[in-house]
């Protein structure tokens, strides 16, 4: 994973957490990705909190009730060797696990059932599952 890229998205991800009041009915958070241009593989990254949470139902990542909205994160591929879909959801994938592992305000996404991501036309992976109780 790029550095400097992780420093920007942790930079963005704890802007949104500190400064905006989560509520506390959130079951789970996702990372809704966007595929911006295929052509200059452009990717951005918004992420929502939900009220609900099935594993079995992917559309819990529907039932919003705080979004990032415009405030969006945007990664371009275009250098990498891989600039598919897969990459970006590699990519992606790795920095939020990063952010969960030790990012500032990683207790407020640690402290729902689980934490999502992947393309909002396509599946959902989990990559933060609660211990069940």
């Known amino acids: ?5 992780y420093l920007e998205f942790e930079k963005w991800l704890d802007n949104l957490l500190e400064n905006n009041d989560i509520p506390d009915e959130t079951a ?3 990372f809704n990705l966007y595929e911006e241009s295929a052509e200059n593989s452009i990717y951005s990254i918004q992420i929502i909190a939900a ?3 099935d594993e079995n139902d992917s559309d819990w990542a529907c039932c919003e009730v705080w979004s990032s909205e415009e405030d969006i994160f945007c990664i371009e591929l275009s250098d990498e060797n891989d600039s598919s879909r897969n990459a970006a959801v590699k990519l992606i994938t790795e920095m939020c696990e990063e952010y969960l592992e030790s990012g500032k305000y990683r207790e407020i996404l640690l402290g729902t059932k689980a934490v999502g991501l992947g393309f909002v036309d ?3 992976d989990i990559i933060y599952r609660a211990e069940r109780k």
């Open 1 to 5: 994973m790029q550095t400097e890229i």
């Open 28 to 30: 789970a958070f996702n």
């Open 51 to 53: 009220d609900s949470f």
């Open 122 to 124: 396509g599946d959902l």
